[in-house]
């Protein structure tokens, strides 16, 4: 079956522009993650999804972040006034929120940002 | 939840079993460990997970001694294609996961 998918796979874009990021998540996956990584780094979470609503937005580094998720399917991550600080890989996940620990995220291939 | 503390890197050769080791000291009675591997390139992809003494799966054993503060991931006779990162997580229900730098494991032909 089909996993986790991202668009674009990579974005190049100049320091001072809005980007948006898609992530396409397993169907019937109502939770959502958003985490960005950077160069030899871990994976530092951003946001999360229950069906439409973020109940935890606590990642979110600056309000030039955003991000929307529309049908309990499909999210967008907009980054406005993109700067080179936000270089980086940015990784979508979705799961089955069971609600016990075991709940396994599954992972998209993760969009490559660089901001020049 | 706990903080993890994990080995940075590590090298083995083709064929041998490697063990990765994660520290947890403050684990809570509700938590569980979790490890999953990361490839160059791509998202990270579970692997184990367990709650106490022994799990093992297709892919690796997970050992968790009584007192639970730390966990052993185990890949027997790894091959070229183990070369990844390694994260270990401590996970409650409904509460975010954190993932650190991880083990990066380099495995030599």
């Known amino acids: 079956g089909a996993g986790v998918s991202q668009s674009p796979s990579n974005k190049v874009t100049e320091k001072g522009k809005d980007v948006e990021l898609r992530c396409d998540p397993i169907?019937?996956?109502?939770?959502l993650y958003w985490y960005r990584q950077s160069l030899g780094q871990g994976l530092e979470f951003l946001i999360y999804?229950?069906?439409?609503?973020?109940?935890?937005k606590s990642g979110l580094p600056s309000d030039r972040f955003s991000a929307e998720r529309t049908g309990g399917s499909v999210s967008t991550l907009t980054i406005q006034r993109t700067q080179q600080e936000d270089s980086a890989v940015y990784l979508c996940?979705?799961?089955?929120?069971?609600?016990?620990?075991?709940?396994?995220?599954?992972f998209g291939p993760g969009t490559r940002l660089l901001v020049l | 939840l706990a903080k993890t503390t994990q080995p940075i890197s590590m090298d083995s050769y083709e064929g041998q079993e490697v063990n990765i080791t994660c520290s947890h000291n403050?684990?809570?009675?509700?938590?569980?460990i979790t490890w999953y591997q990361q490839f160059p390139s791509q998202g990270p992809r579970f692997i184990i997970q367990?709650?106490?003494t022994k799990v093992t799966n297709e892919v690796a054993s997970l050992f968790i001694p009584a007192d639970r503060k730390s966990s052993t991931l185990s890949l027997p006779r790894v091959s070229l294609s183990d070369t990844a990162v390694y994260y270990c997580?401590?996970?409650?229900?409904?509460?975010?996961?954190?993932f650190g730098i991880g083990t990066k494991l380099q495995v030599i032909p």
């Open positions: 996940a979705s799961s089955i929120p069971t609600g016990a620990p075991q709940e396994t995220q599954y």
């Open positions: 169907s019937g996956h109502t939770a």
């Open positions: 999804f229950q069906g439409n609503s973020a109940p935890d």
């Open positions: 403050n684990i809570a009675t509700n938590d569980y």
């Open positions: 367990g709650y106490k």
């Open positions: 997580l401590v996970t409650r229900s409904y509460q975010k996961v954190t």
